[in-house]
């Protein structure tokens, strides 16, 4: 299945060294662990009646910051069942490190629009938050058609992206990067990203068919980081379950039409025709 680890040119090693920082960084300083729990247990509420119906199969992860960092990230629902579980990752020392702190997961250094996998090696492709670090469009489409590829036919494809339809996303991808970074409102790089309409047709185009598609995460996300910060200081667990219970609260406004204008992120499904 891997045609060996993916020789990174060198118009990418920089990114690749810049993700190997954030991780060390991130792994010995812990931050936001209360905000990240959170994204955990949302994103595992989307996946998982997904993955209930993709009845098991070889899953790739093409994301293993939160598995190698901050805690146990999506592993354990997709290693659930018995389902094997391939991570790749950008960073090789991100890749190394989710190996080593969760049991069983089998992590690659890789490039998601030039994966290192045969054609046809998994039945699902789980990517969560990946293809909104790249710097186009283009490249989401070519991470896409990359992804297409390693599914078998039948296979699904789970994602979520940051959803530029909502406001504050919007502002904040208008914003310099040299601002968002000098300023701390965002703790690494956010590439760019698109609106529901926008990415039906980038995953049509690949060649998906797309089963179903939502938005999701509709606290306001900067206070609520910050709130999180405070609780994780205070160590009092009933003030953390009363906060996360208070956040998925908000995840009703996911009922209403206006669903895309409050979701930091589109939820997507799709199958390789």
Not at 18 to 26: E, I
Not at 50 to 75: H, M, P, Q, R, V
Not at 119 to 136: E, I, Y
Request: aromatic share 8%.
């Amino acid at each position: 299945m891997l045609r060996g680890l993916l020789a990174i040119d060198k118009s990418e090693t920089k990114s690749a060294a810049y993700w190997d920082t954030v991780a060390r960084r991130w792994a010995s300083q812990r931050p936001q662990q209360l905000w990240r729990h959170f994204c955990d247990l949302l994103n595992g509420r989307v996946f998982a009646p997904w993955l209930d119906e993709c009845n098991g199969g070889l899953i790739l992860k093409t994301d293993l910051f939160d598995e190698a960092t901050s805690g146990e990230g999506l592993y354990p629902l997709l290693s659930a069942d018995g389902r094997s579980v391939v991570g790749m990752d950008l960073s090789v020392a991100t890749a190394v490190r989710a190996g080593y702190r969760q049991a069983g997961l089998a992590g690659v250094g890789g490039d998601v629009r030039g994966l290192p996998f045969a054609d046809g090696s998994f039945d699902v492709v789980v990517s969560n938050s990946t293809l909104d670090h790249m710097d186009s469009l283009d490249d989401v489409a070519a991470a896409l058609r990359e992804l297409y590829r390693v599914l078998k036919p039948g296979g699904r494809l789970l994602l979520t992206l940051d959803n530029l339809a909502n406001p504050v996303v919007a502002l904040r991808n208008s914003l310099p990067e040299r601002f968002l970074a000098g300023s701390g409102l965002v703790p690494y790089y956010v590439g760019a990203t698109c609106g529901p309409g926008r990415l039906a047709s980038l995953v049509n185009g690949a060649g998906f068919q797309i089963r179903e598609m939502d938005a999701i995460m509709h606290c306001p996300r900067a206070p609520a980081v910050l709130v999180c910060a405070v609780v994780d200081r205070l160590k009092s667990e009933r003030l953390r379950s009363f906060l996360i219970r208070s956040l998925f609260f908000c995840e009703r406004l996911g009922r209403l039409p206006t669903r895309y204008l409050t979701g930091y992120f589109i939820a997507l499904e799709a199958k390789r025709a």
